[in-house]
């Protein structure tokens, strides 16, 4: 029986966007070439985020302001949203499939 390596990035989103929160393309490019060769060659790729709270309250433009626990599940829902979005956009370059 064989193991299958596994190789898990932990990555704070705000490092893929510039200061008004759109994506870098240079950077979400290059993370989604690295990952896509690694799982090529028979690595299991796993990416971790954080940062959907700060990604959906800049969406939503602060109209919900993440005080209390109900604001920031509003805004990580949208934010969770918003992020895989613009991993498979990135990630479909690469034919590969994005989950969460």
Do not use: W
């Amino acid at each position: 029986m064989t193991t299958r390596k596994r190789v898990v990035f932990k990555i704070e989103i705000d490092t893929l966007m510039d200061n008004s929160g759109k994506p870098l393309p240079e950077k979400t490019e290059k993370l989604a070439m690295v990952c896509s060769n690694l799982q090529n060659s028979g690595v299991s790729v796993m990416i971790v985020s954080s940062g959907a709270i700060a990604l959906g309250s800049a969406h939503l433009k602060n109209r919900v302001l993440p005080d209390g626990i109900p604001g920031k599940q509003v805004a990580a829902a949208v934010g969770q949203a918003e992020m895989i979005m613009m991993y498979q956009e990135y990630f479909d370059h690469y034919d590969q499939i994005v989950a969460q």
